[in-house]
């Protein structure tokens, strides 16, 4: 597990197109919470990682931003903005969430791929708030499906 570097010392990428999406990348990567870990998972026999961010909330702040998300993600479809190899462009779909904590949703995240590199990006984020914490993991794949639960 690894603490989030500090501000200061973040590289940092410009705003994507759609503030209401901004909302919800900031949400799924613990923005403004008092405390956030984050953890990897490289899993046997597949090349593609995946990952958790765990966000801790004061009393009754989760919930607020968890209703944030929803409104976030109940609006957003795509968006396109600038990140590690330069220029991209997201679809956001919506997925059914699992029953667990104390509320949840789930969606997929869908960068084309361009004429030099092989399959889409999917990347699969499942939000999970339980009291006043708020966990997101996420599963990449290129080429085919991320899917955080057998298919």
Request: hydrophobic share 30%; aromatic share 8%; proline share 7%.
């Amino acid at each position: 597990m690894q603490d989030p570097q500090p501000k200061e010392e973040r590289r940092s990428f410009p705003p994507v197109s759609d503030p209401v999406c901004q909302t919800a990348i900031d949400i799924r990567s613990g923005e403004r919470a008092s405390t956030v870990v984050l953890q990897v998972f490289n899993w046997k026999g597949d090349i593609w990682s995946g990952g958790s961010t765990l966000a801790a909330y004061e009393d009754g702040k989760a919930q607020q931003v968890f209703a944030k998300l929803k409104q976030a993600l109940g609006s957003c479809r795509s968006y396109e903005g600038t990140g590690w190899v330069g220029k991209f462009k997201t679809t956001l779909t919506m997925e059914q969430p699992p029953d667990v904590g104390d509320e949840a949703a789930r969606f997929r995240e869908t960068i084309p791929s361009s004429p030099e590199t092989p399959g889409d990006r999917h990347e699969q984020f499942t939000v999970v708030r339980a009291g006043n914490t708020i966990v997101t993991f996420r599963k990449l794949n290129v080429g085919g499906k991320a899917c955080a639960t057998p298919a």
